[in-house]
């Protein structure tokens, strides 16, 4: 027998027009290449996204199109995350950080049609046009005023809907329609598509919300500094205006320590999210400055492992709340996060850092387990090690185009190539990638607690830790630092900061200096280089 409950499906339009009726007086304040301070209401933003929605139909595209984006979070990137999604086309949101080659890849692989561009990407996209034939159209995001010469034919965002009406009637479609594109810019190979639906970003969003989640309400102000282009900024360009949550939007100042103080503290805002290494230019230049964030309240802060030193300076220089998130770009992304237990609340400082810089805890719709290389769950000890698998309803079944050739999908669950452990509690840690994983006589060690711990270093700004072939254990590891400007520090000093705060047989066997390490474009660590570039590094006999 079926239930007997309406049948309307979740699409994202239907955020939008919760947010005109409920909330159109929320705020979104944004920087923006053409001006410092953007101000206007949820109103204004939704109306706009249906201007946007009649001319983009103006331009007769296909349903299921691809429309991509090339821009920095502000109001007109809002837009057409809805103006988009909403008529029916899929916004495919690029990273600019991406090498030219993997533009070209992924430009001509999802057959973008309209390409939305923030001005300062404009020569990329000028230097790569002969590449992309996809391409019919090009929107900068911009007025007629700022729009740059270019060779592109390409027209400003605001003449491109200013001759187009707000009167539009969102359409109605299947809720597993896609609506959004992001690749993965993995280590290595081909970036891969993933294919959000209308259902997967409408759930994910209402889980965000959730107390224990993300915790969002219309009370709060959100600084989202992850960017819009990578995994829908964890989702809060969905999750602030089903509440009515006022949105700010850091532009192109995502990495400016000093522009996200001032827009922290002029704005009110009471949560911010980012990956550990915006949060490590802001809380550099707020210790360098005396400055006290006072109104921010806490920080949500995934992407890569936290160090223990960040949970600390959030509380104790500024009473923020670090909580740590972990997902994926395949799980659209959230996965778990951390909240401390009720029962953690008489704990010492210092034993609940232990628990905040794990991943945190599974929520609502994301079924977690570890397993050894034979498929078998382990134990949820807090001590047993696998390589963690998850299923749930904002997770990729596939890659866009990729038709089971990845290899990463068993029994309907899919591998993240994370190994992590789970507690009895519940909360997951990550130790390490598949491949970054370090065998030293059989036993794991954990590179990425030994980056954290050495990390806590005063002198050190960034550290890596990778595997290198040792003729008695299989492999050793080696700690690669960069040293904070200024600083001077040396391998013995190192190495007995560690001491102690790691097991004993954990030790590096060597320590080198660097002067940067190799990045991903979404700001990871490339180990796969270091890994070539040490490959017939000699530790120490
Ligand atoms: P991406 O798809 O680019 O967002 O990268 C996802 C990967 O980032 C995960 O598979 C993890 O390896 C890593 N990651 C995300 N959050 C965390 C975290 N809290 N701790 C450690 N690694 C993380």
């Given at each position: 027998m079926q239930g007997l409950m309406m049948d309307r499906p979740l699409l994202i339009s239907s955020i939008a027009e919760h947010a005109e009726t409920f909330h159109p007086e929320s705020e979104i304040v944004s920087v923006t290449a053409d001006n410092p301070r953007h101000r206007y209401t949820y109103k204004a933003c939704f109306s706009r996204a249906k201007q946007l929605a009649n001319a983009l139909s103006a331009l007769g595209l296909q349903q299921g199109d691809r429309l991509a984006t090339l821009a920095w979070n502000d109001y007109r990137h809002m837009e057409a995350y809805y103006g988009i999604s909403g008529a029916?086309?899929?916004?495919?949101?690029?990273?600019?950080?991406?090498?030219?080659?993997?533009?070209?890849?992924?430009?001509?692989?999802?057959?973008?049609r309209v390409l939305f561009v923030d001005p300062m990407?404009?020569?990329?996209?000028?230097?790569?046009?002969?590449?992309?034939?996809?391409?019919?159209?090009?929107?900068?995001?911009?007025?007629?005023e700022s729009l740059p010469e270019n060779t592109l034919g390409a027209v400003d965002y605001e003449t491109f809907i200013g001759a187009h009406s707000a009167e539009?009637?969102?359409?109605?479609?299947?809720?597993?329609?896609?609506?959004?594109?992001?690749?993965?810019?993995?280590?290595?190979?081909?970036p891969k598509g993933v294919l959000y639906s209308?259902?997967?970003?409408?759930?994910?969003?209402?889980?965000?919300?959730?107390?224990?989640?993300?915790?969002?309400?219309?009370?709060?102000?959100?600084?989202?500094?992850?960017?819009?282009?990578?995994?829908?900024?964890?989702?809060?360009?969905?999750?602030?205006?089903?509440?009515?949550?006022?949105?700010?939007?850091?532009?192109?100042?995502?990495?400016?320590?000093?522009?996200?103080?001032?827009?922290?503290?002029?704005?009110?805002?009471?949560?911010?999210?980012?990956?550990?290494?915006?949060?490590?230019?802001?809380?550099?230049?707020?210790a360098r400055n005396n400055l006290k964030l006072d109104k921010l309240q806490r920080t949500v802060v995934g992407g890569a492992a936290v160090p223990a030193s960040m949970v600390e300076q959030f509380r104790d220089d500024h009473d923020v709340v670090l909580h740590q998130g972990w997902g994926m770009t395949e799980m659209s992304p959230l996965g778990t996060l951390n909240k401390l237990l009720p029962k953690h609340e008489s704990l010492s400082d210092e034993e609940k850092v232990k628990i905040q810089i794990k991943a945190g805890r599974g929520i609502y719709g994301v079924e977690m387990k570890i397993v050894d290389d034979d498929g078998n769950e382990q134990p949820r000890d807090g001590v047993a090690y696998g390589a963690l698998m998850v299923r749930g309803p904002w997770i990729c079944s596939d890659y866009y185009k990729l038709e089971g050739s990845a290899g990463t999908h068993v029994d309907g669950w899919f591998h993240t190539g994370d190994v992590a452990t789970i507690d009895p509690d519940g909360f997951m840690a990550i130790t390490d990638r598949t491949k970054d994983v370090i065998k030293s006589g059989g036993e794991w060690i954990s590179s990425i607690d030994l980056e954290n711990t050495a990390v806590g270093h005063p002198a050190v700004a960034e550290a890596a830790v990778i595997g290198v072939a040792h003729p008695k254990w299989t492999e050793r590891p080696l700690l690669i630092v960069v040293v904070k400007e200024g600083e001077q520090t040396n391998k013995d000093e190192i190495l007995a900061y560690l001491d102690g705060k790691i097991a004993k047989w954990w030790t590096p066997d060597d320590v080198v200096f660097v002067d940067e390490l190799p990045h991903t474009a979404t700001g990871k660590i490339k180990k796969t280089t270091l890994r070539e570039q040490f490959a017939d590094y000699q530790l120490p006999a």
């Amino acid at each position: 027998m079926q239930g007997l409950m309406m049948d309307r499906p979740l699409l994202i339009s239907s955020i939008a027009e919760h947010a005109e009726t409920f909330h159109p007086e929320s705020e979104i304040v944004s920087v923006t290449a053409d001006n410092p301070r953007h101000r206007y209401t949820y109103k204004a933003c939704f109306s706009r996204a249906k201007q946007l929605a009649n001319a983009l139909s103006a331009l007769g595209l296909q349903q299921g199109d691809r429309l991509a984006t090339l821009a920095w979070n502000d109001y007109r990137h809002m837009e057409a995350y809805y103006g988009i999604s909403g008529a029916g086309y899929v916004c495919h949101t690029i990273n600019p950080r991406l090498f030219p080659e993997q533009l070209i890849y992924i430009i001509n692989h999802a057959e973008d049609r309209v390409l939305f561009v923030d001005p300062m990407f404009l020569p990329l996209i000028e230097k790569i046009q002969s590449e992309v034939s996809s391409l019919e159209h090009i929107v900068v995001m911009c007025g007629p005023e700022s729009l740059p010469e270019n060779t592109l034919g390409a027209v400003d965002y605001e003449t491109f809907i200013g001759a187009h009406s707000a009167e539009y009637t969102w359409p109605d479609f299947d809720e597993r329609s896609a609506a959004a594109l992001c690749y993965t810019s993995g280590t290595t190979g081909n970036p891969k598509g993933v294919l959000y639906s209308h259902r997967s970003t409408v759930l994910h969003a209402i889980t965000g919300l959730m107390p224990d989640v993300l915790n969002i309400s219309r009370a709060d102000a959100i600084l989202p500094v992850v960017p819009l282009f990578h995994v829908n900024a964890w989702g809060i360009p969905y999750c602030a205006p089903m509440v009515g949550a006022k949105l700010v939007m850091p532009g192109p100042k995502m990495g400016d320590g000093e522009a996200l103080y001032e827009l922290l503290d002029s704005e009110a805002v009471s949560l911010a999210l980012g990956v550990p290494t915006v949060w490590l230019a802001l809380l550099d230049y707020t210790a360098r400055n005396n400055l006290k964030l006072d109104k921010l309240q806490r920080t949500v802060v995934g992407g890569a492992a936290v160090p223990a030193s960040m949970v600390e300076q959030f509380r104790d220089d500024h009473d923020v709340v670090l909580h740590q998130g972990w997902g994926m770009t395949e799980m659209s992304p959230l996965g778990t996060l951390n909240k401390l237990l009720p029962k953690h609340e008489s704990l010492s400082d210092e034993e609940k850092v232990k628990i905040q810089i794990k991943a945190g805890r599974g929520i609502y719709g994301v079924e977690m387990k570890i397993v050894d290389d034979d498929g078998n769950e382990q134990p949820r000890d807090g001590v047993a090690y696998g390589a963690l698998m998850v299923r749930g309803p904002w997770i990729c079944s596939d890659y866009y185009k990729l038709e089971g050739s990845a290899g990463t999908h068993v029994d309907g669950w899919f591998h993240t190539g994370d190994v992590a452990t789970i507690d009895p509690d519940g909360f997951m840690a990550i130790t390490d990638r598949t491949k970054d994983v370090i065998k030293s006589g059989g036993e794991w060690i954990s590179s990425i607690d030994l980056e954290n711990t050495a990390v806590g270093h005063p002198a050190v700004a960034e550290a890596a830790v990778i595997g290198v072939a040792h003729p008695k254990w299989t492999e050793r590891p080696l700690l690669i630092v960069v040293v904070k400007e200024g600083e001077q520090t040396n391998k013995d000093e190192i190495l007995a900061y560690l001491d102690g705060k790691i097991a004993k047989w954990w030790t590096p066997d060597d320590v080198v200096f660097v002067d940067e390490l190799p990045h991903t474009a979404t700001g990871k660590i490339k180990k796969t280089t270091l890994r070539e570039q040490f490959a017939d590094y000699q530790l120490p006999a």
